[in-house]
């Protein structure tokens, strides 16, 4: 059942406070060109689920101050890799099968170079590490020991990612659960993915999580892969992925939403045909959640998803809001 939900608006207002309001219309934010919603004004940053409000505080402090697109996303997404009580990205996510955290991420700017690591172990903010790869290598992705031994080389400190409360939780799963089957469910896909436009209207995009909870050891999703988690053309726009990631990686999820806004889509609307076409592409959807967003470089901004429940925060001078997106399948 598809059905157009609420936004939830925090609106920065009098001594800083927080003014919650709802509305009903969708063109507040994804303008379709009519005079009366114009497009939002540079610079803007968007990210995934709640915790990318956080996030894009830090990401529009760079933004504000002149920074880069590319600084932006580093700083925002860092923030969340260093929160423990994320339970999906960076310090605290929960582990594999056996009880390692491994973490993925990748970074893209608007010259099309781009970093990634996955399957990186002990270090704290995989983000800069995927930075550290697209500036000063000629590759795009180191992987496993090699990713670790790179950030150890660049300078960064081997942190123990694997917290008490997080501990606990997988041992709990151990004793209940098939090790040789880790559960997926439409909460476990908390990656944060964020994209900015700086006041120069270049655009940037990064991409970080701690994978699938008890993933099989060695599994990488969607989220350090160019063209799956995250694609940037600055030509045209930006769009990024969150949830099951194998389903993203079968469709070259965001590099779809890039070509379909080249197409003339708006991004909401390029979403969506990727939700489709991931829902098109599995015979079995229960479980399968799947959230896009994504720029254009006029500067609308749109998601979408497979099941009900995904949202993602976008915030310039005017507004700084936690948007509930549409979607296809309702889980009630």
């Given amino acids: 059942m598809k059905r157009r939900t609420f936004f939830n608006l925090s609106a920065a207002a009098g001594l800083g406070m927080i003014l919650p309001r709802s509305v009903s219309n969708a063109s507040e934010i994804n ?4 005079s009366d919603n114009p497009t939002l004004e540079k610079p803007i940053v968007i990210s ?3 915790h990318g409000m956080v996030a894009n505080e830090a990401a529009w402090k760079q933004l504000i101050e002149g920074g880069s697109a590319l600084d932006a996303v580093e700083t925002g997404v860092r923030v969340t890799e260093s929160d423990p009580n994320n339970l999906s990205v960076g310090i605290g996510g929960l582990p594999d099968r056996d009880g390692n955290v491994t973490l993925d991420a990748c970074i893209m700017n608007h010259k099309h170079q781009c970093g990634a690591v996955a399957y990186l172990q002990d270090i704290e903010n995989p983000i800069s590490v995927a930075r550290k790869v697209m500036e000063e290598t000629p590759h795009v992705m180191l992987v496993g020991a090699g990713a670790k031994q790179f950030a ?3 300078g960064f400190v081997e942190t123990e990612l694997l917290t008490h409360g997080t501990k606990r939780l997988w041992m709990k799963w151990q004793e209940g659960q098939n090790p040789d089957r880790p559960p997926i469910n439409h909460e476990n896909h908390d990656t944060i993915g964020m994209l900015a436009m700086d006041k120069e209207g270049n655009l940037s995009g ?6 699938w909870a008890y993933k099989l050891p060695g599994r ?11 694609f940037v053309d600055n030509e045209v726009g930006a769009a ?3 949830g099951l990631g194998e389903a993203v990686i079968r469709i070259a999820g965001s590099s779809i939403i890039v070509e379909l806004m ?3 889509h708006h991004p909401e609307k390029a979403c969506e045909m990727a939700v489709k076409r991931i829902i098109k592409t599995h015979k079995d959807t229960s479980n399968l959640q799947v959230g896009f967003i994504a720029m254009n470089k006029k500067g609308d901004v749109g998601g979408y ?7 993602y925060a976008v915030r310039n001078k005017d507004i700084n809001m936690l948007v509930n997106t549409e979607f296809d399948l309702d889980l009630n």
């Fill in 305 to 311: 998803s497979v099941y009900s429940g995904f949202n």
């Fill in 48 to 50: 995934t689920w709640e």
């Fill in 262 to 264: 080249r197409q003339g």
């Fill in 206 to 211: 990064a991409c970080t999580t701690s994978g």
């Fill in 31 to 34: 303008p379709r060109g009519d």
């Fill in 220 to 230: 990488v999703g969607d989220s350090p892969i160019i063209g799956a988690g995250l």
């Fill in 152 to 154: 150890l080389e660049k």
């Fill in 240 to 242: 990024c992925a969150t």
